[in-house]
């Protein structure tokens, strides 16, 4: 079965970095994109990057443009999510997301999520 485990996330000071993992199995995962999505308190789940299958194209939400970096292994069967220049605004459970093709897709299997809390 498709399994996505997240790892990577903790507590930093603003301007702080992180990087996100995550590990998959249970499916062909060089076959099909792969997202990073995070939801904040009281807010909605809110996709912050995404890269096609090959990795050879990326997409990154305006607001981590220049901060945030998605990649891809697909030796390892890993997603990862560099986060740079963390802001108090970054606090989320950030959330690794199966696409349903290869390249931009919706998403069908999701993460347990990782808790990224920055503060001072």
């Known amino acids: 079965q498709v399994q996505l485990v997240e790892s990577g996330g903790g507590l930093v000071q603003p301007g702080g970095s992180l990087r996100l993992s995550c590990a998959a199995s249970?499916?062909?995962?060089?076959?099909?994109?792969m997202s990073w999505y995070r939801q904040a308190p009281g807010k909605g789940r809110e996709l912050v990057a995404r890269?096609?299958?090959?990795?050879?194209?990326?997409s990154h939400v305006d607001s981590v443009k220049g901060r945030f970096t998605i990649s891809r292994d697909n030796a390892k069967n890993t997603v990862y999510l560099q986060m740079n220049r963390l802001k108090p605004e970054d606090t989320a459970v950030y959330y690794c997301?199966?696409?349903?093709?290869?390249?931009?897709?919706?998403?069908?299997?999701w993460g347990q999520g990782t808790q990224v809390t920055v503060s001072s």
């Open positions: 249970g499916f062909t995962f060089s076959s099909y994109a």
């Open positions: 890269i096609t299958n090959t990795g050879g194209s990326t």
């Open positions: 997301c199966k696409g349903r093709l290869p390249g931009w897709s919706s998403g069908d299997y």
